[in-house]
């Protein structure tokens, strides 16, 4: 299985930009097309899909989100951070059977 | 609008069985796959595993191989996770989300709780 590691916990001030990184114990990306994807979810709610390979925003997410990388090093980044959006974070891979990372808290500082 | 509804919360005894129901509504329900993801009480996201919704085939993450049963009713654009012999370590909510792959859209939970 492929280990998509991220850091528990990111401390930020609303208005400022919070950068949340995903790293993956191999490539998941295939011919160029990055397939590392990005959800959030609040408490007592279902995760919500915020960026698909890698960069690409889904529909109707603000264009304060936004995701790069390519291999096995990718970054969400929310600039700037609102209150709307304390929340948990995860990558998830789906080059091969699907993993999700362990989630990053973003925490007010 | 894209929804996928599932069914309400569950209260079992350890070695009962319960099912699970994933009904889908603002698309047609045999073009994309549904997956199953189990959250524990306090933690994270575990992908179980996806239903082929054309051929009925599931596949299996390696911890969701025992005990655990995809199925469909496609007439009614509805999957269902069935969990057998049901162990404490079940308690979790478990989510049905539209793939394959990318999780566009999920449903919102069934909460499980096992319990003597």
């Known amino acids: ?30 011919s160029s097309i990055n397939l590392m994807h990005w959800y959030q979810q609040k408490p007592g709610q279902q995760p ?3 960026i698909y390979r890698a960069s690409n925003l889904a529909s109707g997410i603000p264009a304060r989100f936004s ?26 891979q789906s080059r091969e059977s699907p993993t999700f990372g362990g989630g990053t808290k973003l925490e007010l500082k | 609008q894209i929804q996928l509804v599932q069914s309400g919360p569950e209260l079992k005894k350890p070695g009962e069985s319960l099912k699970i129901s994933c009904k889908a509504s603002g698309y047609t329900f045999t073009d994309y796959a549904m997956q199953w993801v189990k959250q524990a009480p306090g933690k994270g996201l575990q992908y179980m595993g996806w239903i082929n919704t054309q051929t009925g085939k599931p596949t299996y993450a390696d911890d969701f191989k025992e005990r655990f049963v995809f199925s469909l009713e496609t007439s009614a654009s509805t999957a ?22 990318v999780m566009d859209a999920w449903g919102q939970g069934a909460s499980v709780t096992v319990s003597s």
């Open chain 1, 1 to 30: 299985d492929i280990v998509l590691t991220q850091s528990p916990v990111l401390a930020v001030s609303l208005g400022q930009r919070a950068t949340i990184s995903c790293r993956a114990s191999q490539s998941v990306s295939i």
């Open chain 1, 48 to 50: 919500k899909l915020l």
């Open chain 1, 67 to 92: 995701g790069s990388g390519s291999g096995t090093d990718f970054t969400l980044t929310i600039d700037p951070v609102q209150a709307d959006d304390i929340a948990a974070y995860y990558c998830q």
């Open chain 2, 80 to 101: 269902y996770l069935q969990i057998n012999n049901l162990k404490n370590e079940d308690t979790a909510t478990y989510f049905c989300a539209r793939g394959p792959g």
